[in-house]
Every structure is written in structure tokens, then in C-alpha cells.
């Protein structure tokens, strides 16, 4: 059931946090995010997200700081889904550090957010903290909402060394 919820409109997940409610999962889901197995606490993470469990917000909260990459994504990714507007300034401090994840993938995982991402993001691009695979993403993140602040700073970007942040720069400035 949990595995297909990945098809269900975000708007209807209230349905099967009803339906986990009754079943007794959300307990369960709840334990084994504290698991010992980094792929159960993964999947619980995900399973909260989609069933809309945000009582699990500060353990996912302490799974940001998981030794696994994937735990992180996931606990990330499910913080995203609760809508825990709360949790985006940490959310991006955690995961703007992290090599070795795709452009691709830290799109995704930063869109679950919502436009509120984008002043977060802008505000971590502006702090000089950031991995070298994160330049990109933020740039890119920036140009999809159109951050209005982020104009001098893109055109700074804009005039550097790397035609390739040069290019997504000039994109994102439209």
C-alpha cells in the first residue's frame, strides 16, 4: 500500500494517513525510524512523509544527520512532503553540504518545498557555505521561482570563471 502512496495526489495523502491511523502503522513507522537498519529508517522516513505523519517531524529532523546519504535524502525528502515550514532553513544547511548527490536529485528534494525553499536557498548561496555540486541546484532553484533578491547576486555569478554557472545564471536571471 505504502509503496504505491508515490501515486497519490498530495492533496488526497490525508486518506491514507486515516487509513495508516486505523491500521496501527503510524506507531510502527514511527519506531522504525529509530531502527538500526539504514535502509528501514529510509523507508519509514518516506512512509511518514506520505502518510502525512508529522509528529515524525523531530526525528526526521535528527535523521538529517545520518551517517547514510540515503536516510538523509529521505528524512529530507519527507520533511518536504509534511510541509514543515518550520524545517526549511535547516533542511537546506544540511543538505547544501552534502557531496556526491546529483543536480538532479537536489532539485527534486528542494521542490518538495515549495516556493519557501527558494528564499532559503538564496540566503545559503549568499553565505559562501556550499558544496561544489550545490552551485548549479541553487541556481537553478533560484531561477525557478524567480527570486527577485537573488538578481545581484546571480549577475555577480553571471561575470565569473565557470561558463557553465555563467550560463545557468544568465538563465535563471530570464
Known amino acids: 500500500m505504502i509503496h504505491f502512496s508515490v501515486r497519490i495526489p498530495p492533496a488526497e495523502r490525508w486518506r491514507l494517513k486515516k487509513l495508516c491511523g486505523r491500521l496501527g502503522l503510524t ?9 538500526g537498519s539504514a535502509w528501514i529508517r529510509a523507508r519509514a522516513a518516506l512512509h511518514c512523509g506520505y502518510a502525512g505523519i508529522s509528529d ?25 512532503m509534511l510541509g514543515d515550514a ?13 557531496d556526491g548527490w546529483s543536480r538532479e536529485k537536489i532539485i527534486e528534494l528542494l521542490l518538495e518545498f515549495g516556493p519557501k525553499v527558494a528564499m532559503e536557498t538564496l540566503r545559503q548561496f549568499l553565505s559562501g557555505n556550499v ?6 541546484p541553487m541556481i537553478e ?17 553571471a561575470r565569473g570563471e565557470d561558463e557553465g554557472i555563467d550560463f545557468a545564471a ?5
Not at 27 to 35: E, G, R
Not at 141 to 157: C, K, T, W, Y
Request: with cysteine; aromatic share 6%; proline share 5%.
Open 56 to 80: 515524525a517531524v523531530p526525528v526526521l529532523l535528527g535523521l538529517l544527520k545520518d551517517r547514510d546519504p540515503l536516510v538523509v535524502y529521505d528524512a529530507a525528502r519527507a520533511i518536504g
Open 86 to 98: 518550520g524545517a526549511v532553513r535547516e533542511v537546506v544547511t544540511v543538505i547544501c553540504r552534502q
Open 27 to 35: 506507531p510502527i513507522f514511527l519506531n522504525d525510524l529509530k531502527s
Open 131 to 136: 558544496a561544489s555540486n550545490w552551485m548549479l
Open 170 to 174: 544568465i538563465k535563471a536571471l530570464g
Open 141 to 157: 532553484i533560484m531561477g525557478h521561482f524567480r527570486v527577485v533578491e537573488a538578481r545581484p547576486a546571480l549577475e555577480a555569478v
